[in-house]
């Protein structure tokens, strides 16, 4: 744990949306080593178990709580809610990590946006911001009501820019974005900065969903992925942990003057013009 009480997390009560996947997962993990209090949000129980387990094996104090509840199901998110203020009495933070992309909400080489399956666009559209809207919109009052607290969201780095065939996470993540500055400034205002909204924007991570895309069977990459590293100045697709260090700043206090911000971690891919 942190020395510095501008990092120091100990105690604070911490919920992160899709705990089960690889970034947010890996981040609820490092909160819970740092001496948060952490739930654990995942649609099914065997994955919540799981990744409890996870956690528990690498931090075998962390005190972490597993709630199954979908991020677009508010009833759900509000027996989650009581059920937390029932155990530890508030709500500290929240990160906002579910999400994620469908085939049929990407454009397909060979294909042209006429070919788009709009029923997946609107599924991605749903899950991304939705599902930040939403836990945000249940789990935010008790912030207030304790008159503390930091929201934190996941964009992109295909929100602020085109990036070819992935035009439903896009343009969800794009939502995700305007939606994080909007709250931002209506919670600042309304509480003079004692509650926080803020975003992390990850560059290109490997992850079993985009794995296929980005590189072959024997780990070679693929045509896309070759051209995401050659953009990349860095030269690499990023680690789930070197997310870590910009959520644990966004979560503390030593972000307290810090809001409606998008904080990339990216190894550069947003500054490159790509020559």
């Not at 599924?123 to 503390?148: I, K, Q, Y």
Request: charge should be neutral; aromatic fraction near 8%.
């Amino acid at each position: 744990m942190n020395s510095s009480p501008l990092f120091d997390l100990t105690d604070r009560v911490i919920l992160v949306t899709g705990a089960t996947g690889a970034l947010a997962g890996s981040a609820a993990d490092y909160l819970a080593a740092q001496g948060a209090r952490v739930v654990y949000f995942g649609r099914t129980q065997d994955k919540l178990d799981a990744a409890l387990a996870r956690c528990r094996e690498t931090t075998p104090d962390a005190r972490c709580l597993g709630l199954v509840a979908d991020v677009l199901d508010r009833p759900a998110l509000e027996r989650a809610r009581d059920t937390i203020l029932h155990r530890w009495g508030r709500i500290d933070g929240l990160l906002n990590g579910a999400g994620g992309n469908q085939s049929g909400a990407t454009i397909a080489p060979g294909k042209t946006f006429a070919d788009l399956d709009f029923t997946a666009f609107r599924e991605v559209v749903d899950l991304n911001l939705h599902g930040t809207v939403l836990p945000s919109l249940v789990f935010t009052p008790p912030m207030l009501e304790g008159a503390r607290g930091s929201v934190v969201n996941f964009s992109s780095a295909s929100a602020p820019q085109a990036i070819t065939r992935v035009v439903g996470y896009s343009a969800a993540k794009a939502g995700v974005e305007n939606f994080t500055r909007w709250l931002a400034v209506d919670l600042g205002r309304r509480t003079q900065g004692k509650i926080r909204v803020n975003a992390v924007l990850p560059g290109f991570f490997l992850g079993e969903q985009n794995r296929r895309l980005l590189t072959h069977e024997d780990g070679s990459l693929t045509d896309r992925g070759d051209a995401i590293v050659r953009n990349t100045p860095f030269g690499r697709f990023g680690q789930a942990a070197e997310l870590h260090g910009a959520i644990h700043y966004l979560l503390a206090d030593a972000s307290s003057f810090v809001t409606g911000s998008i904080l990339s971690i990216d190894g550069g891919f947003g500054a490159f013009s790509g020559v």
